[in-house]
């Protein structure tokens, strides 16, 4: 992270976000902590490994696999949109905490690397391995950071968020997974 900037050197905080609306929404949640929505993506398989993914009224988020993994390179790969979302979820949660905070951020950028193989092939006749040894084996993010608060309380911010951060949980913890065919 990068130390915050003397304020004389800002010359433009980041669009902020509705900081009543926030704690409203805090206050929900402390009211029904077992409460949960539910996200919902439909993927189309285009041909390759190609796809189109929609969610919501959005336009599809493409997803491909690069030449050399047999795709036609022509969107990121579903480990690259994997730690998109995650980039995400960190930028967000840190924005949340940050104007919690009442601290106005003047840059928030987030690297994300991510080591994965995938040396099974997919389970298409690879090296025989088990679910722990693939996907991701280690993740890295590297935040950088500038608003009108201390350097320390810069990192205590990334950190709080870090915390909770619903996807870096979700990849931090087991959960309960299922697929099955559709009726």
Not at 80 to 103: M, N, W
Not at 109 to 122: F, K, Q
């Amino acid at each position: 992270m990068s130390a915050a900037l003397d304020q004389s050197t800002i010359t433009a905080y980041l669009r902020p976000i509705d900081r009543d609306g926030l704690l409203k929404f805090a206050e929900a949640g402390r009211g029904q902590p077992e409460r949960r929505g539910t996200n919902v993506v439909r993927t189309v398989t285009e041909g390759q490994f190609r796809t189109l993914n929609y969610v919501g009224d959005h336009g599809p988020v493409v997803v491909d696999e690069p030449l050399h993994l047999f795709g036609q390179n022509t969107a990121p790969a579903p480990g690259e949109i994997v730690l998109s979302a995650l980039g995400g979820c960190l930028a967000v949660g840190i924005t949340a905490v940050a104007t919690f905070r009442q601290v106005r951020l003047s840059k928030l950028e987030l690297r994300v690397e991510g080591d994965i193989g995938n040396t099974a092939a997919w389970g298409a006749g690879g090296a025989g391995r088990e679910p722990s040894q693939m996907g991701f084996q280690q993740i890295r993010v590297f935040v950088t950071i500038e608003g009108d608060a201390t350097r320390e309380a810069l990192d205590e911010i990334v950190r709080h968020a870090n915390f909770f951060s619903p996807v870096a949980n979700t990849m931090r913890n087991p959960i309960p997974f299922s697929i099955a065919l559709a009726d």
